[in-house]
């Protein structure tokens, strides 16, 4: 069982940046690929990044692209999405997933552990 937690949310202007980070614990962190996710209100949860296990192959959303950028350490375990020139559309709770199966990261369902989630807000 591999627990998530997410920190680093919080409220920001328009043009801002925030680092998200997502710290795993409980089981072997290498065995997963990762991805962050977002869900606004009333809306369903959206991919915004993934990368693999080694850290080499990375995928982001067409609408972050160029703004986000993923990492992760895998002596830490964990995963970062360090976030820039925020929108007010950037504001949702952005959760961290942990899959297994490599590569497909772009469905929710795909994925075998969540954390809580953090909230983002960026005000216009």
């Known amino acids: 069982q591999v627990k998530l937690v997410e920190s680093g949310g919080g409220t920001v202007q328009a043009g801002g940046s925030l680092r998200l980070s997502c710290a795993a614990s409980?089981?072997?962190?290498?065995?997963?690929?990762m991805g962050w996710f977002r869900q606004a209100p009333g809306q369903e949860r959206e991919f915004v990044a993934g990368?693999?296990?080694?850290?080499?192959?990375?995928d982001y959303a067409d609408f972050v692209k160029g703004r986000f950028t993923i990492s992760r350490d895998n002596i830490k375990a964990t995963v970062d999405l360090q976030m820039r020139s925020l929108k007010p559309e950037d504001t949702a709770v952005y959760y961290c997933?942990?899959?297994?199966?490599?590569?497909?990261?772009?469905?929710?369902?795909?994925?075998?552990?969540w954390g809580p989630g953090t909230q983002v807000t960026v005000s216009s």
């Open positions: 990368i693999s296990w080694i850290g080499g192959i990375k």
């Open positions: 997933g942990a899959i297994r199966t490599p590569r497909v990261w772009k469905r929710p369902n795909n994925y075998d552990f």
């Open positions: 409980g089981g072997i962190f290498t065995n997963y690929d």
